[in-house]
């Protein structure tokens, strides 16, 4: 089979798909052909050795949609979907065309989504139901703040934000971002350029500020987060890829009794991902959450390229399909 494997870590240009044995199929296992699967930043950064816990060799890639044709004659068929933090680090992962997993990692992927939506959502819906519903807790009613709402992690946290029937205030790095937000989702949406974060929360909240905050940006936006606060306001941290460091005012904090979570959907395992998507399938397939708008697709062997337009930070979820060949 085709697979992304890597015995050694290089950058993505160096990224090139290789023959190797279909894994060998044990009592437990299921064996899945992969339709499609999609790339997260994550996973550039694995290729990169920035995971120190990773293995070598491996197969590269967290997030896929298939189909089991081995396994216990009940699943043989199924269509699937999966993620986990261990997949393309700790174990082999899923941009190659066949996939062993653990029957305890299946999860049924939802019937109105195509393969390539279905890869497309492990890790973002993933990440926003760890912060929402795990760590923070969201209830109906209150004010969420999505910092990067424009990326995938933010759609998927917004979208699900608003299906737990919370209002949603939109941040976005500039006028670019803002405008491929759907409106019709938010309650409001500020620039980081722009400066406006506060005047938008007090706007929308009247004065009284957001309940929770997601900082999928880094330190760049932290402290405008903290201050769009209410008293017991919750603060979900789980990147940080605009600057680790930031100070913090604990006199203020612990005064209006703010919580700091942090989110590492890296340490989360491929049968914990199943378990998450099992309970955002009837979501999906009630038209409650939807999947990114805008798909980009790449053969396999067109690994390096998809993995570059992600580290450049693409505006599209960028997804493998392992069957496509191409001229090229």
């Not at 085709?2 to 299921?30: C, Q, Y």
């Not at 997030?63 to 933090?85: H, I, M, Q």
């Not at 899923?94 to 109105?112: D, G, V, Y």
């Not at 990326?151 to 998927?156: D, E, L, R, T």
Request: proline share 6%.
């Amino acid at each position: 089979m085709k697979a992304l494997f890597i015995a050694e870590h290089a950058p993505a240009s160096a990224l090139r798909p290789v023959d190797i044995p279909v894994p060998t199929r044990g009592s437990s296992d299921v064996l899945i052909e992969v339709e499609a699967a999609g790339v997260n930043p994550s996973d550039v950064l694995s290729a990169e050795g920035r995971f120190p816990h990773a293995v070598l060799p491996r197969i590269l890639g967290r997030d896929f949609a298939g189909r089991v044709v081995g396994g216990p004659p009940e699943l043989v068929g199924t269509a699937v979907w999966g993620t986990g933090g261990d997949l393309g680090i700790t174990r082999d992962g899923a941009h190659a065309e066949m996939l062993l997993l653990p029957e305890s990692a299946i999860s049924r992927r939802p019937a109105n989504l195509t393969p390539q939506q279905a890869a497309s959502a492990g890790v973002p819906f993933t990440t926003a139901w760890v912060c929402l519903v795990e760590a923070a807790r969201v209830r109906e009613g209150e004010t969420v703040v999505v910092a990067g709402a424009a990326g995938s992690v933010g759609w998927a946290a917004v979208e699900l934000a608003v299906a737990l029937g919370a209002r949603v205030i939109a941040l976005v790095k500039n006028g670019e971002d803002a405008a491929r937000l759907d409106r019709s989702r938010v309650a409001g949406a500020a620039r980081s350029d722009a400066g406006d974060l506060a005047a938008v929360i007090r706007e929308v909240t009247g004065g009284a500020g957001a309940q929770v905050a997601l900082n999928g940006v880094g330190a760049a936006v932290f402290r405008p987060l903290v201050d769009s606060l209410g008293a017991g306001g919750r603060l979900c941290v789980y990147s940080a890829s605009a600057g680790r460091e930031v100070t913090v005012d604990l006199f203020d904090f612990y005064r209006r009794r703010l919580t700091l979570l942090g989110i590492n959907t890296v340490a989360l395992t491929a049968a914990d991902g199943a378990r998450i998507l099992d309970q955002l399938r009837p979501l999906f397939e009630a038209g409650r959450v939807r999947p990114h708008p805008r798909i980009d697709v790449h053969p396999l062997q067109e690994a390096s390229r998809a993995y570059e337009q992600v580290a450049r930070g693409s505006p599209s979820k960028v997804v493998l399909v392992p069957g496509v060949r191409t001229g090229r």
